[in-house]
């Protein structure tokens, strides 16, 4: 692929809410793994298992003012702080206004898993346990899982182009290919490109119901847990091409420069989840050829690696098949928590941090340089698909 | 190119049954079943009710998926099979999927949270969970079509078919696959025919795009899939192409997360950016079908997008919602495949119950029967809640001028 720039990140997760910079000292100061916390977004006193990691403090007021709060769910107020914090990140807003471009060449290409889940529970309760008739039409939009990047735009005036995907836990990698094509296609000059999902008693009761959170609700040195520790969050990184981040003399933070991605089926017809190194594998074969970068020069992988031991073997096997046992893979799900279709988004925002000097941490397997040129991030899904892309030193 | 079609609707299923009933103008609007619609204020719906998931996937496929799956595999059964294809032949990393949907498989967390509201934690059954999430419905279509690209799903509300139809050409043209198969699928349910009678939006009885008695939109269901390839694919397997997709103009509003922009600014440049890509003029457009859902605001800023698009031509246009209902994320790929019935057979499908014309909506609209026209090139129009506007150029194959890169300009 043409590579493309990174010129600015916002972010909300376990590590904090901000900018670039901000991400990076918190990536360096944190405690690594981050110790799990008490939830607070819901009442998760009837859980035997807590462990998680929400973002903490989190007060969209402090980012966006009290109007207009209300009827906006978790994950889009994650989202539009963080596409706030991204535009001024990049250099695109200052002090709210439009610097260099404006509004209809911005858009936004943005993941999510299970995005409108919160909503749908919340309005099939009240539709169950009162009336139907009663739900909040002002809360309705929010049942479609574009609804987030679709607030995203009205508050921050992004008209060009607005793509909500899903893949899964890849859809955060997923977000760069497409954003690559739209700025192929010059749909618009700035892509804020990523993902976003949101703690809610409906997605932890789905895993604590599929035994996939961890048990002990603390983690190895490694960063290797006994199971998932879910995370939450918003990562949109500003996308441009090379042309576009001269011209306006954006700093940048690093290039992407290859995407691959795969899907192989399980073989059993009965099963559904499936975690497949075939397609790991494939996946992280394509996008070094896309990027033109041999195995040997990856520095460091930055790898879904969440805690559920099948999967994580799957990857691991798939890495060790590319790039040989000893390469470095660091685990940035250890520091924020497994957040799906945000995912990959995040583990693009941690290797920008290790290209501009972070040592990356916890790692799971091998030595990481102290020089970070090339991360390959990964995210294996649950069904059989699988994405990779490479980020490199600008 | 397009060079299958696969179709789940109200008025027909598969290529002929859907184009007879196009044809025809028939209305798949009839009272819904399976849950207490009138309870909640409205009783009508374009509800898919000839189709029986057994006829088209296996018993192992039905397990694992909902209803919404179930169509959208149906349809892209179909469309391989329109396609002359196999998943032999279409088994291997440059096929993908790209399906777009607004609440996917509505159905299965309508029973996970109603078991978990009814009986608490230990009421939601741990089988059911995995079955729930709209990236669901790409990746069943790969396991049945061989697929090992890209599997995509695309979440962009009532604009979600254009959205996954123009990302997949965008794809073939980047060279990121050579076969895409792609469209959308939504299934009715109660809690979303519930939050459009909430929104005030839906009518008692009919949809009547363009009328000046129309009183809001009719939710409906389907799934409409087709299969894309770029040309050098089709040739080599000796596929007749249908169609050809050409520009795609993507904006948005930025204004409201229901209401359409006043001036219609993002629809009109969708709409400008799809002919400018095909290296057109609004000239060359032959007939639109419109996003047309019948009510007050979108129809209304729809006419002022065709009004400042071709000034005082009067290109024909029509909504096929009339007879389908609202299917929304579908809505686009089903109204597509119509086109590729225009295209094919010079045929325009009427906007039936159209009575009395709107002077804000003064456009030439294709009323009540099925009109016969010139047909190379159609636009699609789709410009859904939240401002999403999607809006593509079909044409018949090699009619639009060669060749053209991702920008729409000649390469």
Redesign the interface.
């Known amino acids: 692929m043409t590579p493309r720039l990174i010129t600015g990140i916002g972010f909300a997760n376990a590590l904090g809410v901000g900018g670039a910079d901000a991400l990076f000292a918190a990536m360096r100061d944190a405690e690594a793994p981050l110790p799990s916390r008490p939830l607070v977004s819901f009442d998760a006193s009837k859980y035997a298992n807590v462990a998680a990691l929400e973002v903490p403090d989190f007060e969209p007021k402090k980012w966006l003012g009290d109007k207009g709060l209300r009827v906006l769910d978790r994950l889009t107020k994650l989202l539009v702080v963080a596409a706030r914090v991204s535009l001024a990140d990049a250099g695109l807003k200052a002090d709210g206004a439009w610097t260099t471009s404006a509004g209809d060449r911005v858009g936004i290409c943005c993941s999510n898993a299970y995005g409108s889940l919160e909503a749908i529970t919340e309005l099939n309760r009240v539709a169950k346990l009162e009336d139907a008739r009663y739900i909040n039409p002002a809360k309705f939009p929010n049942t479609v899982a574009n609804s987030g990047p679709g607030y995203v735009s009205i508050w921050e005036d992004l008209r060009a182009l607005n793509v909500t995907v899903s893949d899964g836990n890849c859809g955060g990698l997923d977000a760069f290919t497409c954003a690559d094509i739209f700025l192929e296609a010059q749909r618009a000059d700035q892509i804020l490109t990523g993902g976003g999902e949101a703690m809610s008693e409906a997605l932890y009761l789905a895993f604590c119901k599929l035994g996939a959170l961890d048990p002990t609700a603390t983690t190895a040195e490694t960063g290797a847990t006994n199971g998932v520790r879910l995370g939450e969050g918003a990562a949109l990184l500003c996308l441009e091409t090379a042309r576009s981040a001269e011209a306006r003399g954006a700093r940048v933070l690093a290039r992407v420069t290859g995407f691959g991605t795969s899907f192989v089926a399980p073989e059993a017809d009965s099963s559904l989840l499936t975690f497949s190194r075939e397609a790991t594998a494939r996946a992280i074969r394509s996008a070094l050829d896309d990027a033109g970068v041999a195995p040997a020069d990856v520095d460091v992988v930055s790898s879904g690696l969440c805690g559920i031991e099948a999967l994580d073997r799957t990857e691991l096997s798939a890495i060790d098949d590319v790039l040989g046992p000893d390469v470095a893979v660091a685990t940035p799900k250890a520091l924020i928590g497994e957040t799906l279709g945000a995912g990959g988004a995040m583990g693009v925002a941690v290797a920008c941090g290790w290209l501009a000097g972070v040592q990356p941490k916890p790692v799971a397997q091998g030595k990481a340089p102290e020089k970070v040129d090339t991360v390959l991030v990964t995210s294996v899904g649950y069904y059989g698909n699988t994405s990779a892309i490479v980020v490199q030193r600008a | 190119m397009i060079t299958g079609v696969g179709v789940v609707s109200s008025i027909g299923l598969g290529r002929e049954a859907f184009y007879a009933a196009l044809a025809e103008g028939k209305s798949g609007i009839t009272p819904v079943e399976g849950f207490d619609a009138a309870?909640?204020?409205r009783e009508y719906a374009g509800q898919v009710k000839a189709f029986n998931p057994k006829d088209h996937l296996?018993a192992?496929e039905n397990?694992?998926m909902g209803r919404c799956s179930q169509m959208a595999l149906a349809a892209a059964r179909m469309a391989i099979e329109d396609a002359g294809a196999t998943p032999e032949t279409l088994r291997g990393?440059r096929t993908a999927v790209v399906i777009g949907t607004?609440?996917?498989e509505?159905d299965v967390?309508?029973d996970l949270?109603?078991a978990?509201?009814?009986r608490g934690?230990s009421g939601?059954k741990?089988a059911m969970?995995?079955?729930?999430?709209?990236?669901?419905l790409?990746?069943h279509i790969?396991?049945a079509c061989g697929?090992?690209?890209?599997?995509?799903?695309?979440?962009?509300?009532c604009a979600a078919g254009n959205?996954a139809i123009g990302?997949a050409a965008?794809?073939i043209?980047?060279g990121?696959a050579d076969v895409v198969v792609t469209g959308a699928a939504e299934m009715l349910q109660?809690?979303?025919f519930?939050?459009?009678?909430?929104?005030?939006a839906m009518s008692p009885l009919r949809c009547q795009p363009f009328d000046l008695n129309r009183q809001g939109l009719i939710i409906g269901e389907g799934a409409g899939v087709v299969v894309l390839e770029s040309e050098a694919h089709a040739a080599k397997r000796g596929a007749e192409p249908l169609a050809e997709i050409g520009g795609h103009g993507?904006?948005?509003?930025?204004?409201?997360?229901?209401r359409p922009h006043p001036e219609a600014t993002?629809s009109t440049?969708a709409v400008r950016q799809a002919i400018e890509r095909s290296g057109i003029s609004p000239d060359a457009i032959d007939f639109v079908n419109a996003h047309g859902t019948g009510t007050r605001a979108n129809d209304a800023a729809e006419a002022k997008v065709m009004r400042d698009i071709f000034g005082d031509r009067r290109v024909p246009i029509s909504s096929m919602k009339s007879m389908l209902g609202h299917t929304m994320g579908a809505a686009s790929a089903i109204e597509a495949i119509a086109c590729v019935m225009t295209l094919q057979r010079g045929i325009y499908p009427p906007t039936i119950g159209y009575e009395t014309p709107d002077p804000e909506c003064d456009l030439d609209v294709v009323a009540n029967e099925a009109r016969a026209g010139r047909a190379e090139v159609v636009l699609n129009n789709s410009l859904a809640?939240?401002?999403?506007n999607s809006v593509i150029v079909l044409a018949k194959p090699f009619v639009l001028p060669p060749p053209h890169d991702?920008?729409g300009k000649a390469a």
């Open positions: 309870a909640l204020g296996t192992a397990r694992r990393p607004t609440m996917g509505a967390l309508e949270d109603h978990w509201i009814a934690p939601v741990r969970i995995p079955k729930y999430g709209s990236t669901l790409p990746i790969a396991r697929a090992e690209g890209l599997v995509l799903t695309l979440p962009a509300a959205y990302f965008d794809l043209r980047a990121r109660e809690l979303q519930s939050g459009f009678v909430r929104l005030a993507m904006t948005c509003d930025a204004y409201h997360i229901t993002g440049l809640f939240g401002g999403y991702l920008t």
